[in-house]
């Protein structure tokens, strides 16, 4: 059997999870981690929100295979960093679509991380009960 050859790639991050998207010529099946994106991000929310960098730079899915290594994070994490890996693979396939996705954000990483605990208190932000006497 003729392995598939790869197009072009792209690492993702979002809070803590990384994905490693890659772009093989195929017929435009999506895995996650060896299963099907479907049962791998139930959401279709969340499944519409990592292919934005597809709609907006028009890239021709059909001719492409997206296979996908996450790992790290929960699933909102995962699909966040995928959508970043795919904007940096579709520039890598095909620079003049760089503009669009800058604009559209999704060229960007959200750096957004969870606060850490203090010392001395229950949590990021909480404090203790306060007692006047």
């Known amino acids: 059997m003729a392995t598939k050859k790869a197009i072009s790639a792209g690492t993702g ?3 803590t999870a990384t994905a490693r998207v890659n772009l093989v010529e195929g017929k435009g099946v999506w895995t996650v981690n060896g299963v099907a994106i479907e049962e791998y991000i139930p959401s279709e929310a969340l499944r ?3 292919k934005q960098p597809v709609a907006i730079s028009g890239y021709d899915m059909e001719k492409v295979d997206v ?8 699933i909102s994490g995962q699909a966040g960093a995928i959508r970043h890996g795919l904007a940096r693979a579709l520039v890598a396939a095909d620079e003049s ?4 996705l800058k604009k559209a954000g999704c060229m960007t990483r959200d750096s957004r991380m969870k606060e850490r605990k203090k010392p001395g208190q229950p949590g990021a932000r909480k404090r203790f009960q306060f007692s006047k006497r």
Do not use: C, H, I, Q
């Open 67 to 74: 296979v996908v290594f996450a790992k790290g994070g929960g």
């Open 48 to 50: 519409d929100y990592l």
């Open 97 to 100: 679509t760089r503009a669009a």
């Open 13 to 15: 991050r979002r809070k």
